[in-house]
Protein backbone atom coordinates (compact mmCIF):
# COMPACT_ATOMS: atom_id res chain seq x y z
CA UNK A 1 0.00 0.00 0.00
CA UNK A 2 1.09 3.16 -0.93
CA UNK A 3 2.07 5.92 1.83
CA UNK A 4 4.21 7.03 4.17
CA UNK A 5 6.45 4.63 6.30
CA UNK A 6 7.90 6.02 9.73
CA UNK A 7 10.69 3.88 12.19
CA UNK A 8 10.96 3.24 14.75
CA UNK A 9 7.06 2.87 15.91
CA UNK A 10 8.08 3.55 19.24
CA UNK A 11 11.82 4.19 21.41
CA UNK A 12 13.00 4.94 24.67
CA UNK A 13 16.14 6.94 24.46
CA UNK A 14 18.68 7.80 27.24
CA UNK A 15 19.09 11.93 27.52
CA UNK A 16 22.36 12.78 26.30
CA UNK A 17 21.85 10.01 23.27
CA UNK A 18 21.46 10.69 19.85
CA UNK A 19 18.70 9.53 17.17
CA UNK A 20 17.72 9.44 14.02
CA UNK A 21 13.66 8.96 13.62
CA UNK A 22 13.00 7.30 9.67
CA UNK A 23 10.78 8.72 7.41
CA UNK A 24 10.30 7.36 3.59
CA UNK A 25 7.51 7.78 1.19
CA UNK A 26 6.52 6.47 -2.03
CA UNK A 27 3.82 8.62 -3.30
CA UNK A 28 6.77 10.98 -5.01
CA UNK A 29 5.20 14.19 -3.33
CA UNK A 30 7.55 17.12 -3.53
CA UNK A 31 7.15 18.49 -0.18
CA UNK A 32 7.96 16.23 3.43
CA UNK A 33 7.39 17.62 6.92
CA UNK A 34 8.04 16.67 10.48
CA UNK A 35 5.32 17.22 13.53
CA UNK A 36 5.70 16.94 17.12
CA UNK A 37 2.39 16.64 18.61
CA UNK A 38 1.94 16.59 22.33
CA UNK A 39 -1.55 16.85 24.66
CA UNK A 40 -3.42 20.50 24.03
CA UNK A 41 -0.72 21.89 22.13
CA UNK A 42 -1.83 20.30 18.80
CA UNK A 43 0.91 19.26 15.96
CA UNK A 44 3.79 21.88 15.69
CA UNK A 45 5.73 21.88 12.85
CA UNK A 46 9.79 20.85 14.01
CA UNK A 47 11.11 21.12 9.80
CA UNK A 48 10.26 20.58 6.22
CA UNK A 49 11.64 20.07 3.21
CA UNK A 50 9.65 22.17 -0.11
CA UNK A 51 12.21 19.76 -2.67
CA UNK A 52 14.90 17.50 -2.74
CA UNK A 53 18.08 19.19 -1.34
CA UNK A 54 16.42 22.21 0.28
CA UNK A 55 15.10 22.54 4.28
CA UNK A 56 13.34 24.61 6.25
CA UNK A 57 12.81 25.76 9.64
CA UNK A 58 9.19 25.28 11.44
CA UNK A 59 7.99 26.37 14.54
CA UNK A 60 10.15 24.36 16.89
CA UNK A 61 13.21 23.58 14.94
CA UNK A 62 15.94 23.75 18.12
CA UNK A 63 17.42 20.70 19.07
CA UNK A 64 16.48 18.73 15.48
CA UNK A 65 17.87 18.63 12.05
CA UNK A 66 16.75 17.02 8.82
CA UNK A 67 18.21 16.47 5.88
CA UNK A 68 16.42 15.63 2.40
CA UNK A 69 19.11 13.62 0.09
CA UNK A 70 16.21 12.24 -2.28
CA UNK A 71 13.05 12.89 -2.51
CA UNK A 72 11.53 9.47 -0.85
CA UNK A 73 13.28 10.20 2.50
CA UNK A 74 13.19 12.79 5.39
CA UNK A 75 15.12 11.87 8.16
CA UNK A 76 14.89 13.46 11.56
CA UNK A 77 18.27 13.69 14.26
CA UNK A 78 18.11 14.63 17.29
CA UNK A 79 21.40 15.42 18.02
CA UNK A 80 21.48 14.88 21.98
CA UNK A 81 17.91 14.07 23.32
CA UNK A 82 16.37 15.84 26.09
CA UNK A 83 13.16 15.09 28.26
CA UNK A 84 11.42 17.66 26.90
CA UNK A 85 11.36 15.84 23.64
CA UNK A 86 9.56 12.85 24.78
CA UNK A 87 6.37 13.31 22.17
CA UNK A 88 5.02 11.54 19.09
CA UNK A 89 6.46 12.73 15.93
CA UNK A 90 4.69 12.61 12.61
CA UNK A 91 5.89 12.44 9.11
CA UNK A 92 3.85 13.61 6.39
CA UNK A 93 4.28 14.59 2.64
CA UNK A 94 2.54 16.31 0.00
CA UNK A 95 2.59 17.45 -3.57
CA UNK A 96 3.65 20.82 -2.69
CA UNK A 97 3.72 22.98 0.28
CA UNK A 98 0.46 24.26 1.66
CA UNK A 99 -1.15 20.91 -0.34
CA UNK A 100 -3.39 18.21 1.67
CA UNK A 101 -0.88 16.34 3.87
CA UNK A 102 -0.66 12.69 3.92
CA UNK A 103 1.04 11.52 7.43
CA UNK A 104 2.36 8.36 8.78
CA UNK A 105 1.53 6.62 11.58
CA UNK A 106 3.91 8.28 14.25
CA UNK A 107 6.77 7.21 16.26
CA UNK A 108 5.94 7.68 20.37
CA UNK A 109 9.55 9.13 21.34
CA UNK A 110 10.21 8.98 25.39
CA UNK A 111 13.32 10.84 26.11
CA UNK A 112 14.04 9.62 30.18
CA UNK B 1 1.68 34.81 10.78
CA UNK B 2 -1.27 32.13 10.09
CA UNK B 3 -2.83 30.66 13.24
CA UNK B 4 -5.65 28.22 13.94
CA UNK B 5 -7.57 28.16 16.79
CA UNK B 6 -10.11 25.69 17.95
CA UNK B 7 -12.04 26.74 20.74
CA UNK B 8 -12.93 23.53 21.66
CA UNK B 9 -10.45 21.08 23.62
CA UNK B 10 -13.63 18.90 24.37
CA UNK B 11 -16.83 18.08 23.28
CA UNK B 12 -19.33 15.48 23.74
CA UNK B 13 -22.79 14.61 21.82
CA UNK B 14 -25.04 11.93 22.26
CA UNK B 15 -25.21 9.41 19.13
CA UNK B 16 -27.68 10.57 16.24
CA UNK B 17 -27.25 14.37 17.30
CA UNK B 18 -25.87 17.18 14.82
CA UNK B 19 -22.38 17.95 15.99
CA UNK B 20 -20.49 21.39 14.73
CA UNK B 21 -17.05 21.79 15.91
CA UNK B 22 -15.58 25.37 15.76
CA UNK B 23 -12.44 26.96 13.71
CA UNK B 24 -11.46 30.25 12.97
CA UNK B 25 -8.08 31.20 11.33
CA UNK B 26 -5.76 34.06 10.96
CA UNK B 27 -4.06 34.65 7.51
CA UNK B 28 -3.25 37.53 5.49
CA UNK B 29 -4.13 36.21 2.19
CA UNK B 30 -6.93 33.71 1.12
CA UNK B 31 -5.96 30.31 2.60
CA UNK B 32 -6.36 26.65 1.91
CA UNK B 33 -8.59 25.20 4.68
CA UNK B 34 -8.38 21.98 5.85
CA UNK B 35 -10.22 19.39 8.71
CA UNK B 36 -8.16 15.93 9.53
CA UNK B 37 -9.38 13.15 12.13
CA UNK B 38 -7.37 11.65 14.16
CA UNK B 39 -7.96 8.27 15.78
CA UNK B 40 -6.43 6.65 18.92
CA UNK B 41 -2.96 5.88 18.04
CA UNK B 42 -3.17 6.55 14.51
CA UNK B 43 -1.85 8.93 12.20
CA UNK B 44 -4.24 11.63 10.51
CA UNK B 45 -6.54 11.39 7.96
CA UNK B 46 -8.12 13.92 5.86
CA UNK B 47 -11.73 14.92 5.61
CA UNK B 48 -12.23 17.58 3.63
CA UNK B 49 -10.52 20.57 2.22
CA UNK B 50 -11.26 24.24 0.50
CA UNK B 51 -9.10 25.81 -2.36
CA UNK B 52 -11.60 27.91 -3.87
CA UNK B 53 -14.78 28.25 -4.96
CA UNK B 54 -18.25 26.88 -3.44
CA UNK B 55 -18.24 27.67 0.33
CA UNK B 56 -19.65 24.23 1.49
CA UNK B 57 -17.52 21.60 0.58
CA UNK B 58 -18.31 17.94 1.22
CA UNK B 59 -15.96 15.45 2.68
CA UNK B 60 -16.01 11.49 3.79
CA UNK B 61 -17.98 10.28 6.66
CA UNK B 62 -20.82 12.94 6.04
CA UNK B 63 -18.97 15.25 7.09
CA UNK B 64 -18.90 18.84 5.81
CA UNK B 65 -17.68 22.38 6.23
CA UNK B 66 -18.76 25.87 5.19
CA UNK B 67 -16.06 28.41 4.64
CA UNK B 68 -16.88 31.88 5.74
CA UNK B 69 -14.70 34.72 4.85
CA UNK B 70 -16.11 37.57 6.81
CA UNK B 71 -15.81 35.45 10.46
CA UNK B 72 -12.49 33.89 9.48
CA UNK B 73 -14.05 30.40 9.89
CA UNK B 74 -14.38 27.06 8.57
CA UNK B 75 -16.91 24.93 10.84
CA UNK B 76 -17.04 21.48 10.43
CA UNK B 77 -20.38 19.71 10.57
CA UNK B 78 -22.12 16.13 10.57
CA UNK B 79 -26.25 15.80 11.26
CA UNK B 80 -25.94 12.46 12.85
CA UNK B 81 -23.35 11.30 14.46
CA UNK B 82 -22.27 8.26 14.62
CA UNK B 83 -20.49 6.42 17.36
CA UNK B 84 -17.37 6.01 15.23
CA UNK B 85 -16.64 9.52 14.85
CA UNK B 86 -15.79 10.00 18.48
CA UNK B 87 -12.04 11.09 17.63
CA UNK B 88 -9.60 14.05 17.53
CA UNK B 89 -9.96 16.85 15.11
CA UNK B 90 -7.90 19.40 13.85
CA UNK B 91 -8.36 22.32 11.67
CA UNK B 92 -5.53 23.16 10.02
CA UNK B 93 -4.48 26.50 7.56
CA UNK B 94 -1.78 27.29 4.67
CA UNK B 95 -1.23 28.24 1.15
CA UNK B 96 0.60 27.52 -2.07
CA UNK B 97 3.99 28.18 -0.78
CA UNK B 98 3.48 27.57 3.18
CA UNK B 99 3.31 24.38 5.30
CA UNK B 100 0.51 23.56 6.94
CA UNK B 101 -0.53 25.50 10.33
CA UNK B 102 -2.75 23.21 12.52
CA UNK B 103 -4.82 23.83 15.42
CA UNK B 104 -4.33 22.39 19.32
CA UNK B 105 -7.49 19.97 18.41
CA UNK B 106 -10.79 18.86 19.58
CA UNK B 107 -11.18 15.76 21.38
CA UNK B 108 -15.07 14.38 20.67
CA UNK B 109 -16.99 12.08 22.64
CA UNK B 110 -19.63 10.37 21.56
CA UNK B 111 -22.17 8.53 24.22
CA UNK B 112 -25.44 6.29 23.71
Known amino acids: TAGITQAPTSQILAAGRSMTLRCTQDMRHNAMYWYRQDLGLGLRLIHYSNTAGTTGKGEVPDGYSVSRANTDDFPLTLASAVPSQTSVYFCASSDSSGSPLHFGNGTRLTVT | AQSVTQPDIHITVSEGASLELRCNYS??????LFWYVQSPGQGLQLLLKYFSGDTLVQGIKGFEAEFKRSQSSFNLRKPSVHWSDAAEYFCAVGSGNTPLVFGKGTRLSVIA
Open chain 2, 27 to 32: YGATPY
